[in-house]
């Protein structure tokens, strides 16, 4: 099986590890194993109770809290998914892409208030990744924290004057805040 992944052969590579497992059903690496190779090939429906099946044996293991979270969150049963994605990151607060996986479900599954914090840690970790700074302001000025995300947005602009997406979303605060003329001017500085 694992012959056939570094060769890129993943049908032979699943194929190979299932019979692994039915050689011996109670080894929790293989099950971990199988799981992780079908959720590398989209199969998250399958992957799923392989991970499931590590978790409940060896909830220690706490890359199998992440993977079966992304997997659940792949397939869009958010409400599965937080619980693990959260256990993920409660174990390994400093691995960044458990953080990002919860801060996106917190986010899509409508928890803005507590998305942000962890929006916010990934900003001071990433501070020229546009897209976690995007997502931040994003969620400030959804819970009405106007001031902050401009503020937020002007912080980046030292960075990332060129982004067409960071001059549109400092317009549309600047909306937000009723502030039309400034709006204006953001968008087109010979706007009068």
């Given at each position: 099986a ?9 049908a ?5 590890m ?6 011996a059903?109670l ?6 194993q199988?799981?992780?190779?079908l959720a590398a ?9 392989h991970?499931r099946?590590?978790?409940?044996n060896?909830?220690?293991?706490t ?5 079966c979270?992304v997997?659940l969150?792949?397939l869009?049963?958010?409400t ?5 994605l959260?256990?993920a990151?409660r174990r390994t607060?400093d691995q960044?892409r458990?953080?990002r996986?919860l801060?996106?479900l ?15 840690a ?5 501070p020229?990744?546009?897209s976690i ?5 994003e969620?400030l ?7 902050e995300?401009?503020a ?5 602009m030292?960075?990332?004057s060129?982004?067409p997406?960071?001059w549109m979303?400092?317009?549309q605060?600047?909306e937000?805040?009723?502030e039309?003329a400034?709006s204006?001017?953001?968008?087109d500085?010979?706007?009068?």
């Amino acid at each position: 099986a694992l012959l056939a992944d570094a060769h890129g052969d993943a049908a032979q590579a699943i194929a190979a590890m299932q019979r692994a497992c039915e050689l011996a059903p109670l080894a929790i690496d293989l099950r971990f194993q199988l799981a992780c190779l079908l959720a590398a090939n989209s199969d998250f429906v399958n992957a799923i109770p392989h991970f499931r099946y590590v978790l409940e044996n060896e909830p220690q293991l706490t890359e199998a809290w992440y993977l079966c979270g992304v997997a659940l969150m792949r397939l869009n049963r958010d409400t599965e998914a937080l619980p693990l994605l959260r256990e993920a990151y409660r174990r390994t607060p400093d691995q960044s892409r458990a953080l990002r996986a919860l801060a996106e479900l917190e986010f899509r599954s409508g928890f803005p208030a507590d998305a942000l914090p962890l929006w916010q840690a990934l900003y001071r970790a990433a501070p020229d990744d546009l897209s976690i700074c995007l997502k931040s302001g994003e969620i400030l000025s959804r819970l009405g924290f106007h001031e902050e995300a401009l503020a937020h947005y002007r912080d980046a602009m030292q960075r990332h004057s060129d982004s067409p997406d960071l001059w549109m979303v400092v317009a549309q605060v600047e909306e937000d805040r009723g502030e039309r003329a400034a709006s204006c001017r953001t968008r087109d500085p010979a706007c009068e």
